[in-house]
């Protein structure tokens, strides 16, 4: 075993790390961006609130499929709702899942095209 003299570099000081329930939330967030409908619905509502019906139209879906997705995004806080009469309206207000959705499709197109 050598000691370090003088003109040997310091070991590089370790890098702090997120902790494992912010990782373990992150991956959270992901497995709910992993199914295209619920990505589609996001891209969507990213770009403005839509009620039931609209979003079923737009992803050429049933309303009962498109309100289950819906209801799975609410529980993760990825988009949030408010009554217009009697209709809800769904939304992403959250920039940072907004900009995240932009970025991977941005980054998949831009793969497609090479």
Known sequence: MTTP?????????PIPGPDA??????AETFAMLASPTRLHLLWLLARGGMDV???????????AMVSQHLA????????????????????????????????????????RDR
């Open 5 to 13: 003299t003088a003109g040997d570099p310091s070991p590089p000081a």
């Open 21 to 26: 329930r912010l990782l373990a939330d992150a």
């Open 53 to 63: 019906g609209a979003l079923a139209e737009a992803v050429d879906g049933s309303a």
């Open 72 to 111: 799975k995004l609410r529980l993760a806080d990825l988009v949030s709702a408010h009554r217009d009469g009697k209709r809800q309206i769904y939304v992403v207000d959250d920039p940072h899942i907004a900009a995240l959705i932009d970025q991977v499709l941005d980054h998949h197109a831009q793969l």
